[in-house]
């Protein structure tokens, strides 16, 4: 099993800037994909950024490109958004996603382990 534990989340004005992080535990060894999604309020869930094992491919919504990016530490076992220019629309919660595949996808159904999610509120 991998335990994954988010952080970071919070109330922003819209312009602003988070980080948040993701802290994996357990049979990190296992997994080799790691990814963000979120969820607001009386929608799906989306995919929001993923990450290879390597660090060297990144895939991205289109609602984010170019605004958020997505880094991981393997030594620490640990995988992070920065979130820049954030406007109303991103107001979700926000879960990390660790997948034991090698190939990077843009489907939750790909991942295998998931942690509980942090808010994220953005204001205008």
């Known amino acids: 099993q991998v335990q994954l534990v988010e952080s970071g989340g919070g109330l922003v004005q819209a312009g602003g800037s988070l980080r948040l992080s993701c802290a994996a535990s357990g049979r990190t060894s296992s997994t080799h994909t790691m990814g963000w999604f979120r969820q607001a309020p009386g929608k799906e869930r989306e995919f929001v950024a993923g990450?290879?094992?390597?660090?060297?491919?990144?895939i991205y919504a289109d609602s984010v490109k170019g605004r958020f990016f997505i880094s991981r530490d393997n030594a620490k076992n640990t995988v992070t958004l920065q979130m820049n220019s954030l406007k109303a629309e991103d107001t979700a919660v926000y879960y990390c996603a660790a997948g034991r595949a090698y190939s990077l996808s843009r489907e939750a159904a790909d991942y295998d382990y998931r942690g509980q999610g942090t808010q994220v509120t953005v204001s205008l």
């Open positions: 990450i290879s094992w390597s660090g060297n491919t990144r």
